[in-house]
Nanobody, 121 residues
């Protein structure tokens, strides 16, 4: 599986942004898909996760201002974030894993190269 994220860029605090991640492969619908982010000097942490059945998890830091969705026909997963804050500045990665992939980056087998989101105050 190859993943390619897009949609990052420079935005202002309070703006909204939608990240997209398109995957190759025929079994996309069976994968757990996750969005992670890594700020400079910090660990890579999960932002959101969506299972093959549509079960969703959000990190507390983005809960209530983010949505995650997947389009299996288009092999694409989306992360919509609103009310962006400077602390949302990070490189965002999409990842795919097996059915047991949870909240840790080590549980995901496939990674995209990341897309940088910069939120200015």
């Amino acid at each position: 599986v190859q993943l390619q994220a897009s949609g990052g860029g420079l935005v202002q605090a309070g703006d909204s942004l939608r990240l997209s991640c398109t995957a190759s492969g025929r079994t996309f619908s069976s994968y757990v898909l996750g969005w992670f982010r890594q700020a400079p000097g910090k660990d890579r942490d999960i932002v959101a996760r969506i299972s093959g059945s549509g079960s969703i998890y959000f990190a507390e830091s983005v809960k209530g201002r983010s949505t995650i969705s997947r389009d299996n026909a288009e092999n694409t997963v989306y992360l919509q974030m609103s009310s962006l804050k400077p602390e949302d500045t990070a490189t965002y990665y999409c990842a795919a894993g097996g059915v047991r992939a949870g909240l840790l980056d080590m549980e995901y087998q496939y990674w995209g190269p990341g897309t940088l989101v910069t939120v200015s105050s």
